[in-house]
């Protein structure tokens, strides 16, 4: 019978802890990791490509349709309309103000702004009930926009932009139920020379108010 010192059982133990080690990785390097570059990308907190490129898109389609109330409310105001002019700017205050959010979200991401070109919009409409029936219309397709960035989202498992694009989902059904409330109002007084006079008066009131995620403390 062969009897080791403490040096031999040493070295032996050590040797072939070695080679269970080595034996390990081989296999774990052989491992199919799915997303391996998604996830070296969220280790490094940087938007795919697609969602950057997205995220830029819906930039230039919120200043658009600030450009779109802009000049609705021009065209109100030239139709002797000041209350839906002033509810139309305001609408073109929040339009800025949701650009801003998107931008302001890009370069916290260590992404760069990419401002493209912003396409003519109308400039006359043939009522107010016509500029909200219209205004609905924008704001659906503005909320398959933001459908679209959340599911480009979930599909990179890009938590910190679900997160942001949440706020967007939730702002959509605002606008879409606003524009809806106008259109019934408008269609209730259609005619009515007084209750037109009225709404309009009422219109008048709205103010703007910054959206929370760009009020001072917000996160």
């Not at 080595?22 to 997303?35: E, T, W």
């Amino acid at each position: 019978m062969v009897t080791l010192d403490k040096e031999t059982k040493y070295f032996s133990k050590n040797t072939l802890l070695a080679v269970e080690l080595r034996s390990f990785f081989a296999i774990f390097a052989k491992c199919d990791i799915p997303n391996k570059s998604n996830y070296s990308k969220q280790h490094e907190f940087m938007l795919s490509q697609k969602l950057h490129d997205a995220l830029n898109a819906q930039v230039n389609a919120e200043l658009w349709s600030a450009y779109l109330y802009l000049s609705m409310s021009l065209d109100a105001e030239s139709k002797g309309l000041k209350g839906v002019a002033n509810w139309f700017y305001v609408q073109f205050c929040e339009e800025q103000a949701h650009a801003r959010i998107f931008m302001n979200y890009i370069n916290s991401r260590d992404a760069k702004v990419e401002l493209k070109p912003i396409d003519e919009v109308p400039t006359t409409w043939d009522s107010a009930l016509d500029m909200f029936k219209e205004t609905l219309n924008h704001e659906r397709k503005v909320t398959a926009l933001i459908n679209n960035l959340a599911f480009i989202a979930n599909e990179d498992r890009d938590f910190a932009s679900i997160n942001r694009i949440n706020w967007f989902i939730d702002e959509q059904v605002e606008e879409e139920e606003s524009a809806r409330d106008m259109i019934q109002a408008f269609e209730a007084v259609e005619g009515n020379k007084y209750g037109m006079y009225m709404l309009d008066k009422d219109l008048a009131t709205r103010t703007y108010t910054e959206p929370s995620p760009l009020q001072t403390g917000a996160e």
